[in-house]
DNA sequence: CCCGTCGTTATTTTT
DNA sequence: TAACGACGGG
């Protein structure tokens, strides 16, 4: 699904023959701006790379250049990306160049911030041993910390926990009211904080937000981080959030004089996180806080041929407020881009299948294709047309593997082990299977655990502290307990006996270049460890003595279910690590950090159409894209406020920009949403492609409106159907003024449906009612 | 404690 | 439409 990137950067990677030098033939690979933004030092440096211009390139080249050419120490290099794939592919490609770059920090942000926090743990005050809180881990702690909040209002509260942390802001912030109006919002916030705490785990946002608050007010750490880190090289800055800007100030240390060369890149026009907290801002404003910036622009695209590049450029180029750069394609000529009007989403799925197939007949391999969507919901579609077509594809993202429920059961096990403080997980699992200790002896286990108030206010264990008030619960819970306590024990103490011999050598490479570094050397080693010496030898242990696989087996006969075959697909994800406390922190905090299933042999060699969200693509690239869905409502999602209709503009400018030699837009005039079929209106973003795409198929009535499509002849069925659209205004002798909301046809008979000022909503038959329903003309 | 039924509700989501 | 959560009965 993803390899189509890899494949075409590792070719970029290993050509010219300057494997082990770093000569100049590097040099003679990179165009000016981008040999400029490599050898570039003395002064904080901006890079604009636009999309497809090789900034991954820019920045490998840049670490290696460092290692080699400038005698910088590789551990004090500091690579971030956004996510695990990228830093994965940014530390294969730098250790291509320069094998010492595996010694270089190259992680996601949230990575970083673990390694920082396991690292500084007492003064974070956190346990050493934490592990990560998800989304839904968060709903529950909220629930159980303000037990009055209904399901979905602590879902609420914790998403809105969740943004304050992107935002830097803590429960004493009086800027909590601008991302939150109810006044209970930061007594929520500090209760769940109080019981988060308590745990000793950490949330996401804790991943960011304590290590800059704990640079910022401990002195003694801030001075060995800038000592350790003399160069910061930040990927895909644009997505970055307050959060990790303020992360990103505190390790450079700008105010402190610290002398750290930070060089960030980033493509504004790529923006499409705001929602999670990401903000232009930091792009826009980077030469502000970080005096005597340099700005470098990569406007030289790669991968897209020209009349792309002008689709794209046509589009972005009606947001306001970017920092302003036009693509330039340098492989040139080829196909004009195809916009399609078509009747329904049967058609279109209809329309991409036949596309797809018939350029299969010429020998088009289908990995050359993605077909691409605003909402997930809408490869649906697709999945069965293709089904039936015998069309191979793969849908990318929709795996919740890692949110199953026997797999979270089984992390959470592991979870508890790791920290034994860890609440979440303890409830989860210490009632499955039933061992007659429900939520009531649950809630009554945590108390007593949180009057005893351990170490620096946190719980302690609550495995032994479920063992100390035993006697106090009913036989049945007590008998419950007794055998959940011993499961654990038994584990935990085969877990510490096995590590008490083991260092932490590996601490200073990063995961990323630790897996390069692994195939590269280890594999036959990895392959030959004793069983008693694997990870997933404990966790298959773990599941067939807890219960836990025949408990989930039992549920495969009753629902046809494949949950004892997806806890061995977990089982067998752990088989090169070692069975060790470290090995199954490492192992934990990789599933933690990067939800996305491993990618196996089979589906990365097989060829298959790719069928994946706008916002998945990013940084991916593919010979033929199909940008599906192109309506008012759908993409853009609802006719929004300038800011947000901007955001979704910049979405459709990233599908626009994978495609490298042929891209189709289509855009359906009647759609299947929430059981109803809704006729709908075309895109606003159409009205802007103006003459650098090819129409094909009859362009919808209310498509006479938008600039650009004039020319089309008008056609229609039905002139009831031209004249009483959806979107309408209409005035009516009984009810008043109104809009026509909704319009369907039942029995050949055209009706539609007005939502009126006065609140009330009818349905009507415009052929009879040509007396009292009139068009209102504005 | 488990199962059926009814009612509600639908984005995008690197980590 | 469909999928999931809340609730009540066995």
Known sequence: MLHQTERAEIVMSSDGPAEKSFGSDYFAALNPEQRAAVVHEGSPLLILAGAGSGKTRVITTKIAYLISQKNVDPRSILAVTFTKKAAEEMAERAVNLVPEAAFAQIRTFHSFGAWFLRKYSDEAGVDSNFTVYDDDDMVTLVSKAVPSLAKNQAKHAAHVISLAKDYCLTPDSSRLSEIESDPDFPAIYTAYEKRLRQTGNVDFGDLIQLPSLVIASDERIRRQIHYRFRVILVDEYQDSNVAQFKLLQAVAGVEDNSGTYVCVVGDDDQSIYKFRGAEVKNILTFKDFFPGTTIIRLEQNYRSTAPILAVANTVVKNNQGRLGKKLVSVRGKGKQPVM????????????????????????????????????????????????????????????????????????????????????????????????????KTQDRIIDAAQHENGRDGRLPSLVECAQRHSSSLSKKAREGVAGFVSLVDEFSAFLAERSADTTSADEEVAPAAREILQAAQAEPAAGQKADEEKLSVFIKKIIVKSGLLEYHTAQDEIAGTQRAANMQELVNSAVLYPCTLSGLLDFLERIELDHTLEENGNTKNSDS???????????????????????????????????????????????????????????????RLYGRTEHMLPSPFLSELGDTVKILGRKPSPFRDYSGFNDSPQQSDDPLVQKWCRGTRIYHDDFGYGQIVNTVTKDDNYVITVQFENGGRKCFMPRYQAGTLMIVKD
């Open 609 to 671: 159409v790719t069928l994946i969200t706008l916002h998945n693509t990013k940084g991916l690239e593919f010979p033929r894209v199909i940008i599906t869905g192109l309506e008012s409502g759908v993409f853009p999602r609802q006719d929004k406020t300038g800011g947000e209709l901007e955001e979704e503009r910049r979405l459709f400018y990233v599908g626009i920009t994978r495609a490298q030699n042929q891209l189709y837009i289509t855009s359906c005039r009647e759609r």
């Open 340 to 439: 399609v009007f078509l009747p329904n989403q049967d058609d279109e799925s209809a329309f991409c299948a036949e596309l797809i197939t018939k350029a299969h007949t010429k020998g088009c391999p289908y990995n050359e294709w993605a077909v691409l969507y605003r909402m997930n919901a809408q490869s649906l579609g697709f999945e069965t047309e293709f089904l039936h077509r015998n069309i191979p594809y793969t849908v990318v993202g929709s795996l919740k593997f890692y949110e199953r429920e026997e797999i979270k059961d089984v992390l959470a096990f592991l979870s508890l082990i790791a920290n034994p403080r860890d609440e979440i997980s303890f409830r989860r699992i210490v009632n499955k299977p039933a061992r007659g200790i429900g939520a």
